[in-house]
C-alpha cells in the first residue's frame, strides 16, 4: 500500500520540483555510475578478445576476428584440462571435508553450556580468517615442510617423513587442511546465529518424550538450521569452477604443480607472465560462462526442491 | 530439564568441553610457534628445540627484519595503502548506496541491477588488466585502490542499513530545511555507523591482505605491499625446500618475524574487529 501510495504522490510533483529536491542524489551517483561502467562493464566488453587475435599495436578493436580457436586450442591444451581437473578436484575436497566441519563444530558447540569454553573456542577458530594466504602458506611451510614440526614429530615416533609438499596427492590433504583451517571459523559464526534463532522448545519435547541427545540434534536441531546449510551448499556448489587466486597460488609449488595448478594460476601464467591475452581470456571466459551456468542452475534445482534460493 | 542433573549429561559436557579446548589449542598452535620460532635464536630453531616457547630468547630477529629497509618501507606504506583504500572504498559504497536506498529514486531500479549483475558477471583477469592498462594505471599506486574500489555486495548492504532508518526522520530533516547532502551527513550516516564501520573493516581488512593485484599491476618493488614482500621471503624459503637443501637462503627465526610482523595489524584489531565482523557476515550471508 505504501508503495502505491509514493508513487501517486511522486506523479503529482512537477518535473522541475523533482528534479531540484533529487539532483544531489544523482550527483552522488554519478561516479559509482561511471566507475562501474569504467571498471565492470568495459572489461566485459573487453572480453572479445577471446574472439580475436590479439595485436597489441592494433588493440582490442582492430585485432582480426578468430572466431573459437582460442577455445578449441584451450580444450586441445593438456595444461587446461589439467588445470580444470585441478579446480574441480580441489573445489569438491573443500566441500566433501571442509563443508561438514563448521556444522559438526556448531551443533555439538551450542550443546555445551559452558560459555566460556564456547566464546574462547568461536574466538580461536575464527582468527585465522583473517590471515592472508601468504602468511598462511608460511605458516603452512614451516609445520609441513620436511624440517617441519609435523615430520619432527613423525621422525620422534620412529617413523620415517612424509612429503607433504613435495607429493602432489598429500598435498592436496594440506591444502584442504589449511582451507578447514582457514574459513570453517567464518561458517561456524553463520552456524551458531542459525542455532541460536531456533526453537529450543522442541528440542525440551522431544527430551519429554524420551529422544536421545543424538537423535536430538539429528531429528530437531540439524532440520531447523536446513535452511541454512542449504543455502550454504549452494553458494559453495555454485563456485565449484571457480578458484581463488591467492590460496592456489601460495600453497603451491614447482614440485606439486600437477595437483595446485588451477584456472586462476593457469590464466595467470600463461596471460600476465607468457603475455597471451587472447587464449588466457578465453579460457577465463569459459570459466566465468560455466560459472553462471551453475548458480543459476544450482539455483534453480534448490528452489524445485522446496530450498530458498539465493536469488 | 531433569536432563542438567543426569549423570550422562555430566559426561556429554565434560566430553565436548575438553574436545572444544583440545580443537582449539590445536588451532591456534600454529600461530603460537611462529611467535615463539620468532623470539628464538637461528640455532635453537635449527637443532628443532623450538616448539611452543622461545628457546634462547632474542628480538634480534625483529631487529634484522627492520634494519632490511625493504620490509619496514613496505610495512609503513601497506598502512598508507590500507587507509586510503578504505577511505575511498567507504566513500564509493556511500555514495552509491545513499541515492539508491530512496525508493523514490526514479532510474534508481535500472541502477541498481547495472550493480547487482557485476556481482555474477566476471569479465575474468585479463580484461581487467587490459582495462587497467588502457587507462596507465599499471604500476601505479592507483592500481592497488581503484580496480577494487566498490563492491556491489557491500553497496547492497549499506543500501539495505540506509533503508532500515525510519522514513519519519529523512521526513522531519526535509521540513528543517536539510537538503540530501545535509542529510546525509547529519541524519543518515550517524545512525548507520555499525554498518559503515564494518564495511571499513572489510575493505581494509581485504586490502591488507590481498596479494592478487599487487601481482597483476605493479611492477616495481617499491609499490610491493607486506604481502608480496613477504610472499618473496617465503618463496626462497620453498626453493630451498624443493631442491632439498638444507641450509635455508633466509633463516626461520627472521621469516617468522616477518609473518609475525605482517599479521600484526590484523590481530592487534582482532578483539574489535570480531566484535563488528561476527555483526558484518549477519548483515548479508544468511536469509535463513
Not at chain 1, 561511471?34 to 566485459?44: C, G, N, T
Not at chain 1, 594440506?174 to 534463532?197: E, N, R
Not at chain 2, 541498481?112 to 581487467?128: A, H, R
Request: aromatic content about 12%.
Amino acid at each position: 500500500m505504501k508503495n502505491i501510495k509514493t508513487k501517486g504522490t511522486v506523479r503529482k510533483v512537477p518535473f522541475k520540483v523533482y528534479i531540484r529536491n533529487t539532483w544531489q542524489l544523482y550527483l552522488m551517483l554519478l561516479i559509482p555510475v561511471i566507475y562501474m561502467l569504467m571498471f565492470r562493464y568495459k572489461p566485459m566488453i573487453g572480453g572479445i578478445i577471446a574472439f580475436k587475435k590479439f595485436n597489441v599495436f592494433a588493440g582490442i578493436w582492430n585485432s582480426p576476428w578468430i572466431g573459437l580457436a582460442n577455445f578449441r586450442e584451450a580444450f586441445g591444451s593438456r595444461d587446461f584440462w589439467n588445470a580444470l581437473m585441478n579446480t574441480l578436484v580441489l573445489n569438491a575436497g573443500d566441500l566433501i571435508l571442509g563443508f561438514p566441519v563448521p556444522i559438526l563444530i556448531a551443533v555439538f558447540l551450542f550443546e555445551i553450556r559452558n560459555l566460556r569454553i564456547r566464546k574462547l573456542t568461536q574466538t580461536i577458530l575464527y582468527l585465522p580468517n583473517f590471515l592472508s594466504w601468504v602468511i598462511i602458506a608460511g605458516i603452512i611451510t614451516q609445520l609441513f615442510s620436511n624440517s617441519g614440526l609435523v615430520n619432527d614429530i613423525i621422525r620422534k615416533t620412529g617413523l620415517s617423513e612424509i612429503n607433504f609438499l613435495s607429493s602432489p596427492f598429500i598435498w592436496r590433504f594440506v591444502y584442504w587442511i589449511s582451507g578447514i583451517w582457514q574459513s570453517a571459523g567464518y561458517s561456524l559464526i553463520i552456524y551458531l546465529a542459525a542455532l541460536s534463532a531456533t526453537d529450543s522448545s522442541l528440542g525440551e519435547a522431544a527430551y519429554i518424550d524420551g529422544a536421545t541427545r543424538l537423535q536430538r540434534i539429528a531429528h530437531v536441531t540439524i532440520p531447523q538450521i536446513k535452511p541454512t546449510i542449504s543455502i550454504m551448499l549452494i553458494m559453495q556448489l555454485g563456485k565449484i569452477v571457480s578458484i581463488d587466486f591467492d590460496r592456489p597460488y601460495m600453497m603451491g609449488n614447482t614440485l606439486v604443480k600437477s595437483a595446485s595448478d588451477v584456472i586462476s594460476t593457469y590464466v595467470y601464467s600463461v596471460g600476465l607472465q607468457a603475455g597471451r591475452f587472447d587464449f588466457a581470456t578465453a579460457v577465463g571466459l569459459f570459466q566465468s560462462v560455466v560459472g553462471i551456468i551453475l548458480i543459476l542452475s544450482v539455483n534453480k534445482i534448490s528452489k524445485k526442491m522446496g530450498e530458498e534460493g539465493i536469488m | 530439564m531433569g536432563e542438567l542433573k543426569s549423570k550422562a549429561d555430566r559426561r556429554f559436557q565434560i566430553f565436548w568441553n575438553t574436545f572444544f579446548i583440545v580443537i582449539s589449542i590445536v588451532a591456534i598452535i600454529p600461530i603460537v610457534r611462529v611467535f615463539s620460532m620468532s623470539l628464538s635464536s637461528k640455532d635453537a630453531i635449527l637443532a628443532g628445540k623450538v616448539f611452543l616457547y622461545p628457546v634462547q630468547f632474542t628480538a634480534e630477529a625483529y631487529v634484522r627484519s627492520f634494519q632490511s629497509g625493504s620490509f619496514l618501507s613496505s610495512f609503513i606504506y601497506s598502512v598508507f595503502l590500507m587507509l586510503g583504500s578504505t577511505v575511498v572504498c567507504v566513500v564509493m559504497t556511500v555514495l552509491a548506496a545513499y541515492p539508491l536506498s530512496k525508493k523514490k529514486l526514479k532510474g534508481g531500479t535500472i541502477i541498481m541491477t547495472l550493480f547487482v549483475l557485476t556481482m555474477y558477471l566476471d569479465p575474468g583477469i585479463i580484461p581487467k588488466y587490459l582495462n587497467v592498462r588502457d587507462l596507465k594505471l599499471i604500476d601505479t599506486f592507483w592500481a592497488l585502490i581503484i580496480p577494487e574500489a566498490l563492491s556491489a555486495y557491500n553497496m547492497i548492504i549499506m543500501c539495505t542499513a540506509f533503508r532500515g532508518l525510519d522514513s519519519s526522520l529523512y521526513e522531519a530533516a526535509k521540513i528543517d530545511g536539510c537538503n540530501e547532502i545535509q542529510t546525509l551527513f547529519r541524519v543518515a550516516l550517524p545512525l548507520v555507523y555499525p554498518t559503515l564501520a564494518t564495511l571499513a573493516l572489510f575493505y581494509a581488512v581485504g586490502r591488507w591482505n590481498r596479494l592478487s593485484d599487487v601481482l597483476y599491476y605493479v611492477n616495481s618493488s617499491k609499490l610491493y605491499t607486506v604481502q608480496m614482500v613477504l610472499k618473496q621471503l617465503i618463496e626462497s624459503v620453498k626453493i630451498s625446500q624443493e631442491e632439498g637443501i638444507a641450509s635455508q637462503l633466509v633463516a626461520d627465526n627472521i621469516k617468522s618475524a616477518s609473518i609475525v610482523i605482517s599479521m600484526t595489524p590484523m590481530v592487534i584489531a582482532y578483539p574489535f574487529i570480531q566484535k563488528y565482523f561476527t555483526k558484518g557476515i549477519m548483515l548479508g550471508a544468511v536469509k535463513g
